[in-house]
T-cell receptor, first 116, second 114 residues
Framework: DTEVTQTPKHLVMGMTNKKSLKCEQH?????MYWYKQKAKKPPELMFV???????INESVPSRFSPECPNSSLLNLHLHALQPEDSALYLC???????????????FGPGTRLTVL | RKEVEQDPGPFNVPEGATVAFNCTYS??????FFWYRQDCRKEPKLLMS???SGNEDGRFTAQLNRASQYISLLIRDSKLSDSATYLC???????????????FGQGTILTVHP
């Protein structure tokens, strides 16, 4: 089973709202990722967690705040977003992080976010 | 030069056709290579990893040429269900490590028609 789940599927929020995206996997993977994907573009890496610790932050604005409460869950807290933040937010997981990045990443279905 | 370059297409082919996608990457130290497919408004799904010896999975064959920094994907006997965007993906290295960072090509759009 290579399933990564994400909730909600769709989210509409105003620029003053606070919301959270959730991601869950039960494959025993110890590396989890957040990506952002705009229409007709490839996914862009935002954050990487390894063993529940933040490993990579790709200079993402502080209005995006990741959290990894345990090895199966990954959250992305959103606050004071801008309309240009509207995108598909994808979560992924892999077994572990390696120096060469050889582990396959499995993606969840994504949350389609619209910021009004 | 982009780190991973793909022909964006679109490729429009009839059912049963053979179609080939090409991809080049700029970092000679890249370690891992993948093809993902992404359907419209869906998540990327792993199609296959790419190995130096070449690998085949049913109608799909992937090749890697490290000397030329070139990856290919061949689809034989195309089906309507093969219509998707095909993403060439390479591990990105910085300072000799990647720690999970993938670099995606822009994707090649394939449409298979009856």
């Amino acid at each position: 089973d290579t399933e990564v789940t994400q909730t909600p599927k769709h989210l509409v929020m105003g620029m003053t709202n606070k919301k959270s995206l959730k991601c869950e996997q039960h494959m025993g993977h110890r590396a989890m990722y957040w990506y952002k994907q705009k229409a007709k573009k490839p996914p862009e890496l935002m954050f990487v967690y390894s063993y529940e610790k933040l490993s990579i932050n790709e200079s993402v604005p502080s209005r995006f705040s990741p959290e990894c409460p345990n090895s199966s869950l990954l959250n992305l807290h959103l606050h004071a977003l801008q309309p240009e933040d509207s995108a598909l937010y994808l979560c992924a997981s892999s077994q572990v992080l390696t120096r060469s990045g050889t582990d396959t990443q499995y993606f969840g279905p994504g949350t389609r976010l619209t910021v009004l | 030069r982009k780190e991973v370059e793909q022909d964006p297409g679109p490729f429009n082919v009839p059912e049963g056709a053979t179609v080939a996608f090409n991809c080049t990457y700029s970092n000679s130290a890249s370690q891992s290579f993948f093809w993902y497919r992404q359907d419209c408004r869906k998540e990327p799904k792993l199609l296959m990893s790419v190995y130096s010896s070449g690998n085949e999975d049913g109608r799909f064959t992937a090749q890697l040429n490290r000397a030329s920094q070139y990856i290919s994907l061949l689809i034989r006997d195309s089906k309507l269900s093969d219509s998707a965007t095909y993403l060439c993906v390479v591990t990105a290295l910085k300072g000799g490590t990647s720690y999970g960072k993938l670099t995606f090509g822009q994707g090649t759009i394939l449409t298979v028609h009856p």
